[in-house]
C-alpha cells in the first residue's frame, strides 16, 4: 500500500501530515537512535506528550531498538509536527514490513487528522466572526 524506498540506500521511506505539518520519515536498520532535522528527538520535542507520539509507533510494533530512524519536519507548531511524525513513521514501517499494516491501521497509526484551520473569508474579522453590530 504504502510501499516506498529509497533506490540507493534501501531505506524505507513515509510522509505523514498534520495541520501545516509535514514529516519526511526515513527508516533504516539499526540501534534504535531516533534523530529530528539533525538533533536528538528528545532534544527537539520537550515535552512527553510529543515524545510520547514518536515513540508510541515504533513501540506499537516492537521496532524501537531495532531501527534508526531520520526525520525531516517543518511547518505548524510542536505538537503537530509530532502528529506528523506518528503518521510518517507508521507510513514507512509499513513500507519496511507488510506485516506491520494490521496492527497500525487498526490502532489508527495511519488516519490522516484532517482538521485544519479554516480560511478567513473577506467581510469578516475571522473564519466566520463578523463585525459587532452597532445599534447607534
Not at 510518517?88 to 499494516?101: C, I, K, T, Y
Request: no cysteine.
Amino acid at each position: 500500500m504504502f510501499v516506498k524506498k529509497d533506490k540507493i540506500s534501501g531505506d524505507s521511506l513515509g510522509t505523514g501530515r498534520r495541520k501545516t505539518s509535514v514529516a519526511r520519515v526515513r527508516i533504516r536498520p539499526g540501534s534504535g537512535k531516533i534523530l529530528v532535522n539533525d538533533r536528538d528527538f528528545e532534544e527537539y520535542f520537550r515535552t512527553d506528550a510529543e515524545r510520547r507520539q514518536v515513540v508510541e509507533t515504533l513501540d506499537h510494533v516492537g521496532h524501537r531498538e531495532k531501527v534508526d530512524v531520520l526525520i525531516r519536519v517543518s511547518g505548524g507548531g510542536p505538537m503537530s509536527q509530532a502528529g506528523a511524525v506518528r503518521m510518517g513513521l507508521a507510513r514507512a514501517l509499513v513500507s519496511m514490513s507488510e506485516e506491520n499494516f494490521p496492527p497500525l491501521r487498526d490502532d489508527g497509526f495511519l488516519t490522516r487528522d484532517s482538521r485544519m484551520k479554516e480560511r478567513k473569508k473577506y467581510g469578516l474579522r475571522g473564519a466566520r466572526r463578523g463585525t459587532q453590530f452597532s445599534k447607534r
